[in-house]
C-alpha cells in the first residue's frame, strides 16, 4: 500500500490526482491488473469526472451544497455534517482498471479527491492488484 | 480487457447490461474472483439496482432530475453539467464477486448503465480478475 | 465467498458491520490484498463514513431522506422507490485495502450496511482477494 498526501486549500475543493496513481503504477512495475484510491476521511471522499474544464468541478461542488445545504439542522455537534454526507455520496474509493501499465481512464475523465470540509492536510491510500 | 458498444437511445436510460458480464466472465472461463465494469464517459455512470419492473429505473432517472434540475444555472458552457453531476452521483464503476464462473448479484439486482447526456454511442470496459 | 446475516430494525437504519469484515479477513488468514462487501438488495446499499457520533448516521438518513421524499409520486407500485433510489446513491458495494491482515480505514470511518425499506432479514456479501 502507497500513500499520497494532498494539502487541501479551500473547504470544498476538488483535487485531480490522476497522474499520483499513474505514478504509482509506473513505479510497482504492474502492467495489468486494479488499483484501488481509498480516502481515509469521512468529509472527503473520490469521484471520477471530466478534468478539462474547471467549471464542471465548480458545478458538482455548488450542486453538492443545494443538495446538502449547510443551513439545514443537522443533530451531529461537530457542525459539518454536510461534509459527511457528500462524502458519502462521492464514496471512498474508486476502483480503476491497469492495462498495459496504464490506468484506464476515458477521454475527458480525471480522477479527484473531494474536499468537504477543508482546508486540510489530506491522505489517499493507493493498492494495486495485478492480474 | 475488454470492451463492450452501447447505443443510448434518449437523452436519459438506463441498460441493463448483465448479460454482457456474465458473457464476459463465461468466455474467460473465470470461476472465482472479481469482476469490474468502467464507464469511460464522464456524463454517464453504472448502477446496480431492480430490474423487473421498468418503473424503478424511470423513478430513478426522474429523481436525479428533481436532485440536479436542467433550468438551473451551471458554469460549464456545455450545457451538459447535470449529466456531469449524476455520473458522479451513480459513479462510473461496478465492482461484482464471482463464484463458481458466474457473476453474483441478488435476485432482483441488475447492473446498468446510466445514459445521462444520451442518445449516444458508448462504452463499457470489463476487467476479470481471477482468486 | 461468505455471507453475513443482519436483522434490520426500522425502516431506515444503519448498522456498523466493520468487525464482521475484519473477521473474515482474520479466518481466511489473508495478510494482503482487497476485500469486496456486496449488498444483494435492492433497496438497501453499503457507505462508508463516520462511526463515533449515531448522530452522523441519523444526519445522513435525514438527509437522504429530504433529498427523496416518501410523499412524491412514484411509478413504482410496490410503493418503495425512494428505498431504491437511495441505495443507487449509496452503491451496492464497497472495496477496502487488507493490509498485514487488517481491512484499511480511516481512524473515524466505519463500514455501514443502510437500510432503507425495513425491518428485514439482510445479507452482505464478502470476497478476499489475495495479492
Not at 500500500?1 to 476538488?14: G, L, N
Request: overall charge negative; aromatic content about 6%.
Amino acid at each position: 500500500m502507497k500513500c499520497i498526501s494532498i494539502e487541501t486549500s479551500r473547504r470544498d475543493e476538488m483535487i485531480d490526482i490522476s497522474m499520483e496513481l499513474q505514478r504509482a503504477v509506473t513505479a510497482a512495475g504492474v502492467k495489468d491488473g486494479l488499483i484501488v484510491a481509498h480516502c481515509p476521511h469521512t468529509t472527503a471522499g473520490l469521484t471520477i469526472n471530466e478534468g478539462t474544464d474547471p467549471a464542471v468541478k465548480n458545478d458538482l461542488i455548488d450542486c453538492l451544497s443545494d443538495l446538502v445545504p449547510w443551513d439545514r439542522i443537522y443533530g451531529h455537534a461537530e457542525g459539518n455534517s454536510p461534509a459527511h454526507v457528500k462524502a458519502s455520496l462521492m464514496g471512498a474509493s474508486v476502483t480503476l482498471i491497469v492495462e498495459d501499465g496504464r490506468v484506464v481512464l476515458g477521454q475527458w475523465q480525471r480522477v479527484f479527491f473531494c474536499e468537504f470540509d477543508g482546508p486540510r492536510p489530506r491522505n489517499v491510500y493507493l493498492k494495486l492488484m495485478a492480474s
